[in-house]
């Protein structure tokens, strides 16, 4: 018989978290209410840009011109349509004046001009029938959208013969932010029913089921206060509520999904509810905080990168990770205390059994240890197969193109969306979608005109505008030929900054803004993944001791992302679906997105692999059964693992159905992920690898091995441990231990049985 571990009397943290378990919970509860009043309002603090390079020569150019000349970078459009009339008959010129007038009264507002004004061919439409005011509404993105909602109202709809639609830059994201949080909250009324449901039918009991929610809930609200505290020291963008949404709901679950599993499973075995809890806070409690710390590894790598985009995401996301695991870890604890044996109650699933007998413990999992054997005995074929079906799924990424978020991100109907459509498609050129270069320092006429010419002999011009001269500044405006942000007004802007100039030249607008951007990322990409990559590994082999396993676990986790990023290059870059998913594919994929969607599934991925890697871990440690110990992982977090995949998915399909393209993908996106990891991934390529390996997968050197023994967290003791340990105890704990090695060599016998058939 197997020497087995004796039962572990309660640790310290088991003690802490249920000694006052009423008090503690009266605690959660006066710290989320202060949490909902901190976090109250905490969207309209956000801003809704971010993808750019604050360091970059653009922004520096584009900060300069908005101080020394605010008329050159317009950042709101009225578009004036003057219906069946033509844009100068005086009629329309004159309501068009008082329009322009007005607007240049207003607080906030600088360098308004128009077409009435100027008379550019520019800013009328080809047909006669639109032309355009423009100006720029000054200040940071708070007091932007601020004297945009002031001044709308009065500018927006008819005014005599012409009718007046509001659109430009600021327009377009403060369109955006509004559509994200209404999305967001029909996300949320669409996924806590549905979650409901699901756990449910994952639980049975309606009083268990209720338990992750709860976490969830109070997760999401902590992060809310979280990110209203940071909004007073920094930018944070309104997309990383979504993000908040997701992994508060999707994580908070998942762990407490894991607890909550094992507690009742301590309970069946006839511990008591103390007991069971200190039992599952050493156990699964130990992998809940592993999980946490890898998914706040990959999320904490986009601090590295400058776009206030992605570290916002990191706020976010390292927020909400680290309150559902606090809460998974304190919370849950304290209230399955005082629930004991009554967190069965309410079973739901009991009207629809028809008298048929609940499926006793020591068969559930039975179909995933049966898969996982049968994987096993050929576990060649399934290695190849799933990884080359996972590589053919990843090509069409091989095919991306960068681009930037613009209108094209609304639905077709938003007013700001429709502004920036007429002008693409009836204005010549493409007002605001040219490149600015700032002239900085003293330079005669003939050095400007000199440079304007040599500017105007670039392949990608067609033609140049300027120079307007302040003092010691001047700027010009290029306009290339084709789509503000497309491979040829990319390539114009690496041209513009080799021109030779008697003065100091910064090249900015929106394709000067994307090569920025995406330099930026390039520089930083390898120090972002050597850090998840090297921390990774070390948590890894912290919680298995093996050298093999950690390497297994990136290269995996990787590999399940490739269906991820080949999904959005198909369907969003090349609008594959578009119609299906109701979205305008812009022909590129945001820079930024590829980056947070890598980080959000990678931690994802790991949190599912710590799960699995875990159980087997323990197994392994009690039998010293390679093949044993990858089966009853598989049997016991195969079932645990989709259903949190599930329900993780239906939060972030949730997510998807945004109106705005982006949140749509990122919600699809990464449920696919998702998906594929814990189906495919966790079920088929895991086991086919680790036994290809073979024993060899928990070899380590023997320093690296006292390392471990010294400084790792397991789920368990070894048997060996146990031994060594088994004889000092009393007759009735020794009896105990005896019980439950018999029970284990019984389930070990079951598993054995069913990989033979």
Sequence with gaps: M????????????????????RLTLLAALVLTVLAVLAGSGVADRMGSGGWEDPDAESSYATRALEREFPDSQPNLLLLVDAGDASVDDPAVAAEAGRLTERLAAERGVAGVGSYWRSGSPALRAEDGHEALIAARLTGDETAVNQTLERITPSFRGEHGVVEVSVGGPVAVRHE??????????????????????????????????????????????????????????????VFAMNLTTALGLGLAIDYALFLVRRFREELSTGADPRTAVGTTLRTAGRTVLFSALTVAVSLAAMLLFPQYFLRSFAYAGIAVVLLAAAAALILLPAALVLLGHRVNSLDLRRPFRRGRPARPAAEEGAGWGRTAALVMRRAPSFALGTTAVLVLLGLPFLGVRFGTADDRQL???????????????????????????????????????????????????????????????????????????????????????????????????????????????GERLPAAAVFIVIVTLLLVFLLTGSVLI?????????????????????????????????????????????????????GLSMDYGVFLLSRIKEEYDHTGDHEQAVRHGVRRTGGLITAAAVILAVVMVAIGTSRVTNTKMLGLGIALAVLMDAMIVRSLL???????????????????????????????ESVRGAGQTAGTEDSAVAGEAVAAGEAAADEAARDKAEARG
């Design 550 to 602: 950690p390497v297994q676990a990136v290269v995996l986790n990787a590999l399940s992302l490739t269906a991820m990023f080949g999904a959005v290059v198909w369907v969003f870059q090349d609008g594959h679906l578009s119609g299906l998913l109701g979205f305008t594919s812009p022909g590129s994929i945001e820079t930024t997105l590829p980056v947070l969607m890598f980080c959000v599934a990678f």
């Design 686 to 716: 895991v086991p086919s690898v680790m036994r290809l390996t073979g024993r060899a997968t928990w070899w380590a050197p023997g320093p690296l091995r006292r390392f471990h023994e010294r400084f790792g967290l397991s789920e368990g």
């Design 176 to 237: 955006m932010q509004t559509i994200i949080q209404e999305d967001l909250l029909r996300a949320e009324l669409i996924a806590l029913p549905v979650t409901l449901v699901l756990l449910v039918m994952v639980f049975g009991s309606a009083v268990a089921a209720l338990l992750p929610l709860g976490i969830g809930i109070v997760a999401i609200l902590g992060t809310n206060a979280v990110l209203r505290g940071l909004t007073e020291f920094t930018d944070v963008s």
């Design 411 to 521: 639905p077709s109907t938003a007013e700001s969306r429709v502004v920036q459509q007429h002008i693409r498609d009836g204005f010549p050129g493409s007002p605001g979608g040219g490149l600015e270069v700032l002239a900085e320092g003293r330079a005669t006429r003939a050095q400007y005109a000199a440079y304007e010419e040599r500017v105007a002999g670039l392949p990608e011009v067609v033609r140049v505008d300027g120079p307007v001269v302040k003092g010691d500044t001047a700027y010009f405006t290029v306009l290339p030929r084709g789509e503000a942000v497309d491979e040829p007004a990319q390539r114009l802007v690496d041209d513009l900054r080799a021109v030779d100039a008697p003065f100091d030249t910064e090249v900015t607008g929106a394709a000067a803004v994307l090569v920025d951007s995406k330099d930026a990322i």
């Design 2 to 21: 197997a020497e087995v571990n004796t039962p572990p009397r309660p640790g310290g943290w088991t003690r802490f978290v249920t000694a006052r378990p």
